[in-house]
């Protein structure tokens, strides 16, 4: 019985119904095909003269010619005791159109239409994309970025080290399930919670893959076509994307230089903002604004989803504590990145929040994630809690 591996190289190598072309050239379009259509990648191993003879029914003279006009026309090359890739400079084509997918008896079929099939696209939607080679521009004034200089390597690599140690296995290893790593889930309730004037139980505290991953569980909790949500305009265009998906109705409120205009807020049954740092234009929410905020969300009975994401880099003045600070009804669910000031890469954010609306997004991430990375979140809660993330942000 052929291994799977022998039927997929004889289904990409399968030879066009070609009768004018010899087996040779019918072989040569067939690996061409391959590396133009993207299935094959530059470095990719192809199988032996040997095997692949075996596979399609053809002589070795057949395939190893085949392979030795391709090397001459520079799409494949040959290793000495490795074998035969793709070579590095063969390029797919940018756009492929689809083609009839062939096998070896000739019989052909249409791919799926993705196109009709996929039910909720993002393709279209605006988006803080960063232009190509963005970093190779003499001012990089793009959204988003880091200077890789400052990260605190040292200190990261022994926290992650230590993380490696024996002794700390057993606090990182096993399945977590719908939990999360006690150890950086104090961390954030007693370190960098307080900062903002929040306080909260372990149990009202979730760790995500960053925040658009809590834009995302909070709009399959909460979100559906009747729902009504107001977003700041000029807003974040992430969090809209995020919350697209579950089709709410939007509801478009005005900022000026105090942040929200909040007497401009009609009916809605949630609000996402940024009091903090209002993303796009920085503006800060006035503290009576916050206050006629909170009132006005128990008096028309809306929940506020605020996203501190700047909460670790002040730029200048000190900070407003959050809108969070001030709730004193739970109408406020807060979202917060723990990673922000080291890098966006590392992926860390969490959800605060009742605990009975964190037991059901423990329940959506435990069946699209599981989890966040284990090591990840213990190797952070160690680089806070020796205190190399206040010195990183004082730096």
């Not at 006009?69 to 490795?82: C, K, T, V």
């Not at 799926?112 to 190779?136: E, F, I, M, N």
């Not at 880091?146 to 990182?172: G, I, K, V």
């Not at 909790?221 to 107001?230: I, M, S």
Request: glycine letters at 6%.
């Amino acid at each position: 019985m052929p291994s799977p591996r022998s039927t997929q190289w004889a289904q990409l190598f399968s030879l066009p119904e070609q009768p004018a072309l010899p087996l040779q050239g019918r072989l040569r379009a067939a690996v061409v095909q391959a590396i133009l259509a993207g299935r094959l990648s530059p470095g990719a191993p192809l199988p032996s003269s040997r095997e692949l003879a075996n596979l399609l029914g053809l002589s070795r003279n057949t395939v190893t010619s085949a392979y030795l006009q391709l090397m001459d026309e520079g799409f494949l090359e040959a290793r000495p005791r490795s074998g035969v890739f793709v070579a590095h400079n063969a390029q797919p084509v940018a756009a492929v159109a689809a083609e009839p997918l062939v096998d070896r008896n000739g019989q052909s079929g249409q791919p799926p239409d993705w196109s009709v099939r996929v039910l909720r696209s993002l393709v279209d939607q605006p988006t803080l994309a960063k232009p190509d080679q963005w970093r190779g521009y003499p001012y990089p004034f793009v959204y988003g970025t880091y200077d890789p200089q400052l990260f605190p390597t040292e200190d990261f690599r022994e926290c992650c080290a230590r993380s490696l140690a024996r002794s700390q296995l057993l606090h990182w290893t096993p399945d977590f399930e719908t939990d999360d790593v006690p150890d950086l889930i104090e961390q954030i309730r007693t370190r960098l919670l307080p900062k903002r004037g929040v306080f909260a139980l372990k149990e009202e505290i979730l760790v995500t893959v960053g925040t658009q991953h809590a834009y995302y569980l909070l709009a399959d909790a909460l979100f559906d076509e009747r729902k009504y949500v107001g977003l700041e305009e000029p807003g974040h265009p992430h969090a809209r994307n995020s919350f697209s998906l579950r089709n709410p109705k939007w509801v478009e409120v005005a900022v000026d230089e105090d942040g929200l205009v909040v007497d401009a807020l009609p009916v809605v049954d949630y609000l996402f903002i940024t009091p903090s740092h209002q993303s796009p234009t920085t503006a800060t929410l006035s503290l009576e604004r916050r206050q006629w905020l909170l009132r006005k969300a128990e008096l028309q009975d809306f929940v506020i989803i605020e996203d501190d994401y700047e909460a670790e880099n002040l730029y200048a003045g000190a900070p407003m504590p959050a809108l969070k600070s001030l709730d004193k009804t739970g109408r406020v669910i807060y979202v917060g990145a723990v990673s922000k000031s080291l890098s966006p890469a590392l992926r860390l954010g969490y959800v605060v929040a009742p605990r009975g609306l964190i037991t059901e997004l423990r329940a959506i991430r435990h069946a699209m994630v599981r989890h966040p990375s284990a090591f990840l979140q213990h190797a952070y809660a160690l680089f806070l809690s020796l205190g190399h993330h206040e010195s990183h942000a004082r730096r």
